[in-house]
């Protein structure tokens, strides 16, 4: 029997989290970690990185649905536009020095 919010992982119940972008419950696993550094949105592969995240399916075309409905100023709880290159270059494979 599956729990009310949270999936069954082999018996255990695992996080999850809301993806910014198309607003659908995921694993935690399964999103891209964001976190804002200044005035630029990085990825956060290791899950390190300190401040408050946002979370976000590794798909360009919910990144861009994000940028459309501006759910990262929202999310980060900041007033004015925020650089989106780094996560777009990670998600499109571009090599990058990424956090």
Known sequence: MRRHG???YGGHAGPQRTC??????TAKSELLHL??????????????LPGRGA??????????LAERRRAFPR???VPGPLDM??????????PR???
């Open 35 to 48: 976190v804002r550094v200044e005035d630029q949105v990085v990825p956060d592969l290791r899950g390190r």
């Open 6 to 8: 949270k999936l069954e």
């Open 20 to 25: 910014v972008g198309c607003r659908v419950r």
């Open 85 to 94: 290159s780094p996560v777009r270059a990670h998600l499109e494979g571009e």
């Open 75 to 77: 999310a980060f709880r």
């Open 55 to 64: 979370s976000l399916h590794p798909s360009l075309s919910c990144l861009e």
């Open 97 to 99: 020095n990424v956090m």
